[in-house]
């Protein structure tokens, strides 16, 4: 019954491939399909129980993509290339007659945006096509967007503050690496830091805010206000918010990495002429920097990701801290990836199985916050997240 095209072969597209995998009572019949095909190969070689088939593919051709979805029939697809490929994979699912997820917002190649507005513009195609297209489905976005849907639906009646707070305890033992894709990485990282707060967006320069927080399990950690594509589809669903942050751990050596790439230009994502040849600096960049994908073998400590919450519950204060720690040599043990690719792919292949069940599915384009978090909550724990909740702590924000 669940016929799904998975595209992307990186160290997200590795776990989502595993986990649908393991899930072969929702998904029947797996095709993973990338730029490498050999890279597609690979992982496919590692699965077993589950019929998979790989294929080539350039996902900014929509021509390609719809004659791949128009043999291979699925109804979804589940995409973990890159944020420049969104706007192209959505428009061949419309022609081609495909449902839709994804893991991060469409970004134009020359500007570092991160912004919904894109997508939502196809809102309207969606409705009508009948498709439905949920949209970053990862853990920040995604997982996030659960869990403030959750403490929406079960502790709060208005939620007033939320502090999303991600911290990397781990460590892979290299200079400077970057967990995910390191161009989507440092364009994010580098860009001016933005919050929401009175219903207004507030700017501040890179790295200008931060204050150490407690990690449970972890300790303190020096936190980073940067912008998160997820601030803005929350405080427009749940418009009793006051103010949205987002915060993030980096150690000094990653930041003092990263201060002299970009002091010397390798962040650029502007074309230069090299050689007599066009180059985007930070493309160049990832080709020398380590493989996400590959860090996992030596990667030891903890990821944890979740949400502070204050708003008000009959009529009283209410705290509330949600969260998820996720060890990278388990993650590792499991799909052969660290754990920031894992705690993105499992929540793709999660939203995937309420596709398939029938309970994430109506016709348009929405965020995760907009379907029911209970049964995705639930698979959570089911799925190697599992997720731990307190109250009435003092949420050192
Ligand atoms: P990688 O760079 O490791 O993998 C990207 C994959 O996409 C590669 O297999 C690459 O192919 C493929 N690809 C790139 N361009 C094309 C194209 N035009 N056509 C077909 N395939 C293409 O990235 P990650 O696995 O680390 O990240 C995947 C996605 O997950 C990204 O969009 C990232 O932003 C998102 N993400 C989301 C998070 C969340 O919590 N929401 C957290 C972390 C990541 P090739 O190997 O040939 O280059």
Redesign the pocket.
Known sequence: MGRVLI???????TVVAKKVAQNSDVFTEIMLA???KS?CDKIASEIQGVKIQTAA????NAPELVALMRSFKPELVIN??????DLHIMDACLEAGVNYLD??NYEPLDEAKFEYSWQWAYQERFKAAGLTAIL?C?????VTGVFTAYAAKHHFDEIHYLDIVDCNGGDHHKAFATN??PE?NIREITQKGRYYEDGQWKETEPQEIHKPLTYPNIGVRESYLLYHEELESLVKNYPTIKRARFWMTFGQEYLTHLRVMQNIGMTRIDPILYNGVEIVPIQFLKAVLP???ELGENYTGETSIGCRIRGIKDGREQTYYVWNNCSHQAAYEETGAQG??Y??GVPAAIGAMMFFRGLWRKPGVYNVEEFDPDPFMEQLKLQGLPWHEDFGLDLEL
């Open positions: 595209i992307g072969a990186g160290g997200v597209g990338s730029r490498t890279k593919v350039d996902a900014d973990v290339a890159l944020p420049y490929q893991t991060a970053g990862g853990f920040d976005p995604g995910f894709n989507i493989n996400p994908g920031v690719s705690t993105t």
